[in-house]
């Protein structure tokens, strides 16, 4: 750790602290997925079943503090239990077990461009996302045989990998209480079964999340969340000057580098010694 000096006050600048994205663990306890599958034989049917979710997601915020924008980097939603999903159509059933369903970020190393977080809420959309795991099933009387001539087995096991999903929107909210953040994701996630015929299954889950995690701390002169400070940060502490007694809001709680509850000259002249350049 090594310490800046300069006028009337001092900012620490802790070598081994980047804030960097923090992973929030998701709470089982307050988390569940109702999981449907709708198959259309001659008639559509469906079945769900609700499961505890598991998992993570990262995130990265621009002020760990006060965020005013929300980074999505990763994620992993995991159905903690199996689903047991059992269609009748009369005419026979189609039976089914899913086991190790997760859904996962589409893209990890590229985090989402940040939005806004207003009054704690934010939304993700265009989230892509992939699925994994393995529905076995066993297909009786006529639903088998309609099975067997669109060539899929009577007791067979579908690859839930192959769904192809639609990006994701999630909808979210954050809370900060000291160093522990908690998120909350509501998403729906849904594709058909067999691409090439969209027309017989869909699978669709709708999952709400609860996650905590731990902020790392504020990165003086940092107001974008990257561990760096540059000209975007000039740009954002220039738009949070305000002068000398002026209460510092929101994400600008970030831009009061020396903690007396403003954003002026003085902390301006931190701002200045933490700039790395553009
Ligand atoms: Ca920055
Ligand atoms: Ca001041
Ligand atoms: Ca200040």
């Known amino acids: ?16 602290a980047a804030a960097g994205p923090i992973e929030l663990q998701i709470d089982p306890t307050q988390s569940t997925a109702d999981v449907e599958l709708c198959l259309t034989i001659i008639s559509t049917v469906c079945d ?8 993570s997601v990262t995130v990265s915020l621009d002020c760990p503090i006060a965020p ?26 189609f039976d089914s077990i899913g086991y ?8 990890p190393g590229n ?6 977080v207003t009054d704690n809420a934010f939304a993700f959309t265009n989230v892509p996302a992939q699925v994994t795991g393995l529905l076995e099933y066993e297909a009786t009387r006529t639903v088998c045989t309609i099975f067997e001539s669109l060539g899929y087995g009577c007791i067979s096991e579908i690859d839930l990998s192959t769904i192809l999903l ?13 160093n522990d953040v908690t998120v909350t994701l509501d998403t729906i996630i849904s594709g058909p079964i067999d691409p090439k015929r969209p027309e017989t299954g869909v699978f669709t889950l709708d999952a709400t999340m609860l996650a905590r995690g731990t902020a790392g701390p504020v990165w003086p ?23 000398p007694g002026t209460a510092a809001i929101g994400a600008c709680q970030c831009a009061d580098l020396d903690e007396d509850d403003d954003v ?15």
């Open 1 to 16: 750790m090594r310490s800046l000096c300069f006028g009337s006050f001092a900012v620490l600048l802790v070598s081994t």
């Open 48 to 55: 769900t079943d609700t499961t505890p979710v598991a998992g």
């Open 68 to 93: 005013g924008d929300i980074s999505l980097h990763d994620f992993v939603f995991q159905l903690a239990e199996n689903v047991e999903l059992n269609l009748s159509f009369g005419i026979g059933d």
């Open 100 to 107: 190790d369903v997760e859904v996962t970020y589409a893209d």
């Open 111 to 116: 985090p989402l461009p940040p939005v806004v």
């Open 166 to 178: 639609d990006p994701l929107d999630m909808d979210g909210t954050i809370t900060i209480s000291g």
């Open 221 to 243: 002169g940092d107001l974008t969340g990257d561990d760096r400070v540059d000209l975007d940060d000039h740009g954002r502490f220039v738009g949070c000057l305000a002068g």
């Open 264 to 278: 002026d000259l003085e902390d301006f002249a931190g701002f200045q010694v933490a700039f790395e350049g553009s």
